[in-house]
């Protein structure tokens, strides 16, 4: 690595970055990989974490090296997710991992290791060739090991790092898991005295909830770590909070780290909320600022469902409607909050059995405006602080579980994407979802994925016609069965038809699943039909004009 200045460097390039006075702007790290250029850095002023997170929200293509000297730590990402991690400690290799697991013999590693230049130095691809190992067979020991390094890459504090854009994972890579998912298990993995010194800085500042690359509802937080995340509200410091939090306080710093990192908290000197008149019963705090959001007065608790008035974007007052649903004329979020334990349980019952509109107390065509302000003042009402200091511990543990289920709300109805699918499921009367399945289909699909790349495509269809019993609601299964029905068929230009038919199906509920638009052209490159194959990468493209798939297609076929 070279001893580069860790100054951001100027660009030079016209028109690009400019500030609103014209002036060429400097492109910090942060916007270099946002912009996919090729620069390095040291850990001590950009964390692994955040260098992470910068690539997983901006969908980048690339590898991300990060060198601690004791170790040297690579990440290859596409469209932002984990798809291959290596590492220079022999004891971290991914054959010593599969050796401890019993999955090979250290001395057919050692034969892998003498051919794997032959397979782009991927040793599991030359187990694989050697029919040592079989990819997909492996894949969740694979994906153990690929989780467990990315989490300790992360760990990492001093060194330097370098990202190289648009670098390939080897043949035998895949999907390591859900892009914010492994960003937040890799910060729960931070162990106390790595979090507070790292965190030693920011202890006397007050964290206050602002708008990121990527709404907060993206990341995978469990109910523990929403509840403690509306606690970081600007009305004291980091200490204070982490104090207050008593057994949970590593909890709570891992959440700060991680919000911090992400560009959802910022930090101010003092708290921008003072607490020095504190009333009887204590005020609610918010659970997020917002310009929609007034500070919360010291108040007696409302008693009534009037007396409760969501603030909108425009600064007028505005009333959340009830969710259109038949046979219901109220909405559990729309109840004003009351600190007696039975109406705790009541509204916690009753949001058990509502929809995500009816817990907020919107109409399902409310706008983004509304449902953020609904979901602020509900957050300022049913969290855990809200709590009058007499009331039993049962009590806030109630709260805390309202509090969860309007963050489960919120993050569902404040994506666009998520939003339209949910509503197709209420649409059609959609049963309540088995995660477990979902997540196994996942497993299976992923499997199937391996399993094509490797070219074995009748096991291929077999495992992709198993996630599909298993989750029938996800498109992109359809989209590669279609694809590798293709692939397995003796009358390719008969069955492009067909294949066509059902991935534009598919692309109709979920246009952005690219893969459906690069299978497109590809059949129709294979079938003969060039102008046709074009026309499909460049609707593929209208969607994604950077998706380096479909550029790299379009590039060779006009070869």
């Known amino acids: 690595m070279s001893d580069r200045p ?16 014209g002036q060429a702007t400097e492109v910090t790290p942060e916007a270099a990989i946002a912009a996919a250029l090729r620069l390095e850095g040291a850990l001590e002023g950009t964390s692994a974490l955040r260098l992470a997170y910068l690539a997983a929200a901006n969908q980048a293509d690339g590898r991300l090296t990060l060198d601690a000297g004791a170790a040297r730590y690579q990440v290859t990402f596409k469209k932002g997710v984990p798809h291959h991690v290596a590492s220079s400690d022999a004891v971290e290799h991914v054959g010593a991992f599969l050796v401890r697991k019993g999955v090979v013999r250290e001395e057919q590693v050692a034969e892998a290791e003498t051919v794997k230049e032959g397979y782009g130095g991927d040793v599991v691809s030359a187990l694989a060739a050697l029919r040592i190992v079989d990819p997909a067979r492996i894949f969740q020991v694979l994906q153990e090991h690929g989780c467990g390094l990315f989490a300790r890459a ?54 206050t909830p602002t708008g990121g690359r990527v709404p907060i509802g993206d990341l995978r937080l469990t109910a523990q770590e929403i509840r403690l995340a509306g606690m970081l509200d600007g009305s004291r410091t980091l200490g204070e909070v982490a104090q207050a939090a008593a057994g949970e306080g590593d909890v709570l710093l891992r959440v700060a780290l991680l919000l911090g990192e992400c560009d959802l908290l910022a930090w101010a000197p003092t708290p921008t909320a003072t607490t020095a008149a504190k009333p009887t019963a204590p005020s609610p705090r918010p659970g997020a600022s917002s310009p929609a959001a007034k500070p919360a007065a010291p108040a007696k608790p409302a008693t009534t469902a009037s007396a409760k008035k969501v603030q909108g974007e425009g600064g007028a007052p505005a009333r959340p409607a009830p969710a259109a649903r038949p046979g219901s004329t109220s909405s559990p979020g729309h109840h004003a909050p009351r600190s ?42 049913w969290h855990p602080d809200a709590s009058a200091p007499d009331d039993p511990p049962e009590a806030r543990k109630v709260r805390a579980d309202l509090f969860a289920r309007i963050g489960e709300a919120w993050g569902v109805l404040s994506d666009e994407a998520r939003r339209r699918q949910y509503l197709d499921e209420l649409a059609g009367g959609a049963a309540d979802l088995d995660v477990a399945a979902i997540l196994e289909a996942e497993n299976v699909f992923q499997r199937a994925t391996v399993l094509v790349k490797g070219r074995q495509y009748p096991q291929a269809l077999e495992e992709i016609e198993k996630a599909i019993k298993m989750n029938a609601d996800e498109p992109e299964f359809f989209v590669w ?12 230009r008969q069955q492009l038809a067909e294949s ?34 074009e026309r499909h990468l460049r609707r593929g493209l209208a969607v994604d004009p950077e998706n380096a798939d479909l550029v790299r297609e379009m590039k060779y076929l006009r070869k």
Do not use: N
């Open 340 to 381: 007696d334990l039975a109406s705790l349980r009541e509204a916690l019952q009753g949001m058990a059995g509502a929809d995500h509109f009816q817990v907020l107390g919107v109409k399902r065509e409310a706008p983004l405006a509304q449902v953020k302000a609904a979901y602020f003042a509900l957050a300022r009402a």
């Open 481 to 492: 069965r279609a694809w590798v029905r293709f692939l397995l068929s003796q009358d390719r």
């Open 154 to 207: 992360l760990q990492q504090d001093k060194g330097r790092w370098s990202w190289e854009p648009g670098a390939a994972a080897p043949g035998s890579s895949f999907p390591l898991g859900a892009r914010f998912g492994m960003l937040c298990d890799a910060a729960r993995r931070l162990d106390g005295l790595a979090l507070r010194q790292r965190l030693a800085p920011r202890l006397a500042l007050a964290p």
């Open 6 to 21: 860790q100054e951001p460097p100027v660009l030079k390039r016209p028109g690009s970055f400019t500030s609103a006075t």
């Open 500 to 533: 066509s038919q059902e991935i534009e199906t598919a692309l109709k509920r979920v246009p952005r699943c690219m893969a459906g638009w690069l299978f497109l052209g590809q059949m129709a490159k294979i079938a003969g039909d060039i102008p046709l194959a």
